[in-house]
């Protein structure tokens, strides 16, 4: 190796160096507002029960924020329960076994997972989760309040 090119693959070593480091802080969280209405769930300025979708190893603070008049819940599984024919949660919940830190104004939790949140009208939660590649796929978001599941408060939940 000359001595230039030695000097050129130092200098590249540290430039590789240098992304590498800013690329680690650069991982943000992607913000997202799911809010509660009668009966639908709504990603803030998007269309009524429009597909939510996550990216797999990406980490999100996602808001659930009743704005509606009644109290919701929040669940997100796949496969229906049905009991005395009425639908009620489901069989499978995505976030059953993924850490999930509940978020305050000056305070976190961590919890080792999620399942359902029942929020009254004008109150919101927040988490913080990252879904692992074993739950790409296709999941719900529903609402199981009495009538409300009937009433459409569903709407597709989609890890890519
Ligand atoms: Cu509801």
């Known amino acids: 190796m000359s001595k230039w090119n030695r000097f ?42 429009a597909p939510i979708v ?9 808001v659930f924020s009743n704005v509606g008049m009644m109290e919701h819940e929040v669940l997100i599984g796949r496969t229906v329960l049905v009991e005395d024919g009425v639908p009620d949660g489901y069989e499978t919940n995505l976030l059953d076994a993924t850490p999930v830190d509940l978020v305050g104004d000056d305070w976190e939790v961590g919890t080792s997972g999620f399942v359902e949140v029942e929020l009254e009208p004008g109150q919101s939660v927040t988490i913080h989760f990252t879904l692992p590649d074993e739950l ?25």
Do not use: K
Not at 20 to 37: G, K, M, T, W
Not at 140 to 157: D, N, R, W
């Open 8 to 49: 050129f693959a130092i200098v590249s070593m540290v430039l590789l160096a240098v992304a590498s480091s800013a690329f680690a802080q650069d991982v943000e969280r992607i913000e997202l507002v799911i809010e509660l209405h009668e009966y639908n769930f709504t990603v803030a300025g998007g269309e009524a029960n």
């Open 54 to 62: 996550f990216q797999a190893g990406q980490p999100y603070s996602v």
């Open 136 to 160: 790409i796929g296709t999941w719900e978001i529903g609402c199981f309040i009495a009538g409300h599941y009937q009433a459409g408060m569903l709407a597709p939940v989609i890890v890519e």
